[in-house]
């Protein structure tokens, strides 16, 4: 079995759940912690921003100010998300651990792979669509992003629970060319989600056993024995400074 830390957090904003991944994967760089598997929600919608992009090409940053929507880049590269109504995990392992293929697009494939099997357990045809992403009928319902650094693997992704369309649209800028390319018109059209899949209502009951689903279909997937715990001293300390850094305007903006 592989002992692994299985953290599951209340909704938390965009600059604290940034910076507890960032610490996490510090953390397990310095061999100050275990291999870990963490998964989370946001307390209010938030954009986040690919560690390469631009804010202004992806971006309508008027609207998020005046909706107080947070833009915060993330180390992870990636495309542009905004955040609401959403679970996102984060999974987190030495590069040489054996536990997920060294090629890029193997490793997504193999750490998406539990989340497509708990999606199809509720009767959704999910689906692997290289680089990373997860969709059904077509219309992506999960993306995902990877930094490697440190020597340390850490992968986050979002899977969308519900969604506002009118949200989306508002606070994003379209890439009509990627959409074209796809055979869609506009973004909403684009992404999917569980509510919409299913007609569920996702109230906490949902949400609480499909956490449960997610848990239990990773420690099949890599053979994992988890012990619950928080972030240790050291990664608390981290965190602390980075959700300052997730904050600053010279980071979320810089060119």
């Known amino acids: 079995m592989n002992r692994f830390r299985l953290i599951i957090d209340p909704p938390l904003n965009s600059r ?7 610490a996490i994967l510090h953390g397990l760089s ?5 291999p870990t598997l963490r998964i989370y929600r946001w307390e209010k919608a938030s954009v986040t921003l690919g560690y390469f992009q631009q804010v202004e090409e992806y971006v309508n940053t008027r609207y998020c100010r005046k909706n107080g929507i ?16 959403e679970l996102t995990y984060s999974f987190t392992v030495p590069v040489n651990s054996g536990l997920v293929p060294e090629s890029m ?29 997860i969709i ?7 993306g995902s992003a990877q930094v490697r650094k440190k020597g340390v693997l850490q992968q986050h992704g979002t899977l969308i629970m519900d969604m506002d369309n009118d949200l989306i649209s508002s606070a994003l800028i379209q890439d009509e060319d990627k959409l074209r390319k796809r055979g869609f018109t506009s973004a909403e059209d684009s992404v999917t989600s569980i509510r919409s899949e299913t007609g569920e209502d996702i109230n906490e009951k949902f949400i609480e056993d499909f956490t449960l689903s997610l848990v ?14 928080g972030l240790t001293d050291t990664e608390c300390i981290i965190m602390e400074t980075y959700s300052r850094k997730f904050a600053s305007d010279e980071w979320n903006f810089r060119k």
């Open 30 to 34: 310095m061999k100050n912690s275990l």
């Open 16 to 22: 604290i759940n940034m910076a507890k991944d960032h």
């Open 105 to 133: 697009e193997d490793s997504f494939k193999a750490i998406i792979s539990p989340i497509i099997n708990s999606l199809r357990l509720i009767y959704l045809d999910a689906e692997f669509r290289p680089v990373n992403d």
């Open 216 to 229: 239990s279909d990773f420690s099949k997937s890599f053979n994992i024995e988890y012990c619950s715990d």
């Open 70 to 85: 947070s833009i915060t880049r993330r180390e992870t590269g990636g495309g542009t998300v905004i955040h609401h109504k």
């Open 136 to 142: 059904i009928r077509n219309r992506k319902i999960s």
